[in-house]
């Protein structure tokens, strides 16, 4: 795979893969904190849709073979995450609030 690694010559920039890798971590916690404010501003679809898009981006992260770093010790956070929004989506259907599709 070639990367460019002088890039002065254009505009543009490079993401190492553990720097893409540690911004989809930071996008579940930011989604979780959505999910829940989601629910405060009456926007009940939302919390399940962001439930399935990190429940995907969890099953992403566990196949792969990280070593026992800071990337691995923060992508093993991803479940608590997933916890968290399944949460809230089980309150949504417990006080009927679910959109039914």
Known sequence: ??????????????LTIEE???SLISLV???ARLARNSVTLGDYSRPLRISQFIKDLHAGFQILNLKNDSLRKRSDGI??????VEDVVYDLSLRNLVPKS
């Open 20 to 22: 893409y890798l540690q």
């Open 79 to 84: 479940k608590y995450r997933v916890k968290e």
């Open 1 to 14: 795979m070639k990367v460019p690694v002088n890039l002065k010559d254009r505009d543009a920039f490079h």
């Open 29 to 31: 916690d930011e989604l």
